[in-house]
C-alpha cells in the first residue's frame, strides 16, 4: 500500500508536470494526444515505449480523472471501443516491436479506429467455425470472405481478422490473426440496419484482400489462442469496466422513479430494488475482476460481467418502459444513420428498450458464456463434441 501510495505521488507530479509543458488549451489536440502518450500517461499499466509507466492498472482512473479536471483532450475511447479494450492489449500481448511501435500509438490517440473482422454468416457463437480464407502469396496473404456484424467498420482504418489459413486440420487449430487494412480495395463496407432503425454494424465483404506478413499477430495457425485472448478482453470491457453507483441503465431507471411518483406501484417497486441491488452486486464483482486483471491476464470471469450486465440492461430497460407507460412508447425518430458511437443514457427510453436488445448477442452469447462459466469457472463436464478432431473441410458447411 505504501509503494501505491508512492506511485500515485509520483504520477500526479508527473501529470501536474506534462500539463505545465502542454497547455491544454494552447496545444492542438493530437499533438497533445501524442506527446501524452510519449510521456507514458496514456495507458499508465502498459510497458514504458508504449504509452505507460509500467504502474498498477488500479493507477488508471486517476491519471485520467487529472486530465480530465485540467480540461485536457480525451481520446474519444467511445468512438474507438474495440480498438482500446479488444485490440491494444491483444497488440501488447501477442505483437513484434514492430507491430506495437506501429500501432499502439496511432491507436490510443484516436487518430487510427479499429474494427472487429470475427464472425461470419456461418460462424457467430461458433467461431472456430470461420470460413474465410488466407492464402499465402510470397511476403503477404491474400484473404477473401465474409465477416457480419462489425462494429464502427465505416469509421475503421484497421480492423482485427481471424481467418483460415489451413482447412486440412481441426477447425480449431488452422486459424490465423491478422490486422487488417480496412482501406484496402478489396475491402466492401454494407451497413446493416437495426431494430433501433441506425446502422452501427456493418457487413464487410473481402476480395483479395492483400494483407503483409508483418501484419500477422502471433504464429500462423494458433490465431484461436490469439482470439480467446481478445474475447477475455472483450467481455471485461463491456462488462467489467469501472462505474460509479447508479451510473448507467440503473441510474436512468432509478432516477425516472424519484422524479415522478405518480407513476409509482408496489409491484415495480419491489422489481427495481431487486434489479438495483443486482446492479450494485455486478459494479462491486467488477472491482474485484479488475484488481485481478491488475495481477495478469483476463480469465473467464470477464464472461460472467458480461452476462450480468446483458441481462440487467435488458430488465431495466424493459421496466423503465412499464414505468413511462404510454410515454415510454415514443420514439425520438427511424432515420437510418451510421453512429460513431452507442449512447444508452443520452437517448429516449424506447431506443434503450430496443438497442439492449442486442447486449445478449454481441460480445458472445449468454448462451455461449454460460458455458464458458461452467467449464472454466465452475469446472463441469464439457458438453460433448464430434467435430473438434475433424479436419474443418470435412465438416457439414
Known amino acids: 500500500m505504501a509503494d501505491e501510495t508512492t506511485q500515485r505521488a509520483e504520477l500526479r507530479r508527473r501529470v501536474a508536470d506534462f500539463l505545465a509543458a502542454h497547455d491544454p488549451a494552447a496545444t492542438e489536440r ?33 491519471v485520467d480523472r487529472l ?47 479499429w474494427c472487429q473482422l470475427f464472425s461470419e454468416p456461418g460462424a457467430g457463437s461458433d467461431l472456430a467455425a470461420v470460413a474465410t ?17 462489425t462494429s464502427g467498420a465505416h469509421n475503421a482504418a484497421f480492423a482485427i481478422l481471424v481467418a483460415r489459413t489451413d482447412p486440412d486440420v481441426p477447425k480449431h487449430q488452422g486459424i ?3 490486422l487488417c487494412p480496412m482501406t484496402d480495395p478489396g475491402v466492401d463496407v454494407r451497413p446493416l440496419r437495426q431494430i433501433t432503425g441506425e446502422a452501427e454494424f456493418n457487413e464487410v465483404f473481402l476480395t483479395d484482400v492483400r494483407i503483409p506478413d508483418t501484419q500477422r499477430l502471433g504464429a500462423e495457425g494458433e490465431g484461436w489462442k490469439v482470439a480467446n485472448a481478445t474475447l477475455n478482453n472483450e467481455r471485461v470491457s463491456i462488462g467489467g469496466g ?36 443486482d446492479a450494485e452486486v455486478a ?8 484488481q485481478k486483471l491488475a495481477l495478469g491476464q483476463p480469465g473467464p470471469e470477464g464472461s460472467a460481467a458480461k452476462l450480468t450486465f446483458a441481462r440487467l440492461a435488458q430488465q431495466l430497460s424493459g421496466l423503465e418502459l412499464e414505468l413511462l407507460g404510454e410515454a415510454g412508447l415514443r420514439y425520438s425518430g427511424w432515420t437510418m444513420v451510421r453512429p460513431d458511437k452507442v449512447d444508452f443514457t443520452g437517448r429516449d427510453a424506447g431506443y434503450r ?6 447486449n445478449s448477442i454481441e460480445g458472445g452469447t449468454s448462451e455461449i458464456l454460460r458455458n464458458i462459466i461452467a467449464e472454466r469457472v465452475l469446472g463441469l463436464p464439457a458438453e460433448p463434441r464430434v467435430d473438434k478432431d475433424i479436419p474443418w473441410k470435412e465438416l457439414r458447411k
Open 283 to 290: 459494479r462491486v464483482t467488477g472491482g474485484r475482476l479488475r
Open 30 to 62: 493530437s499533438a497533445f494526444l501524442r506527446a501524452r502518450y510519449d510521456a507514458g500517461l496514456a495507458w499508465v499499466y502498459f510497458p514504458q515505449g508504449h504509452g505507460g509507466s509500467g504502474l498498477p492498472r488500479t493507477l488508471q482512473a486517476e
Open 176 to 178: 490465423t490473426y491478422f
Open 242 to 277: 469501472a462505474v460509479a453507483r447508479e451510473s448507467g441503465m440503473v441510474g436512468v431507471v432509478s432516477r425516472t422513479w424519484r422524479e415522478h411518483p405518480e407513476l409509482r406501484t408496489p409491484e415495480l417497486h419491489d422489481r427495481l430494488l431487486r434489479l438495483w441491488v
Open 133 to 149: 480464407r488466407a492464402v499465402r502469396d510470397g511476403d503477404s496473404w491474400v484473404v477473401n470472405g465474409q465477416k457480419v456484424w
Open 67 to 113: 486530465f480530465a479536471e485540467a480540461g485536457a483532450p480525451d481520446n474519444k475511447p467511445e468512438s474507438n471501443g474495440i480498438g482500446l479494450g479488444m485490440a491494444a492489449p491483444t497488440i501488447l500481448r501477442f505483437g513484434t516491436e514492430e507491430q506495437k511501435e506501429r500501432f499502439l500509438r496511432p491507436l490510443w490517440t484516436g487518430e487510427e479506429v
Open 353 to 358: 428498450y430496443l438497442r439492449a436488445k442486442g
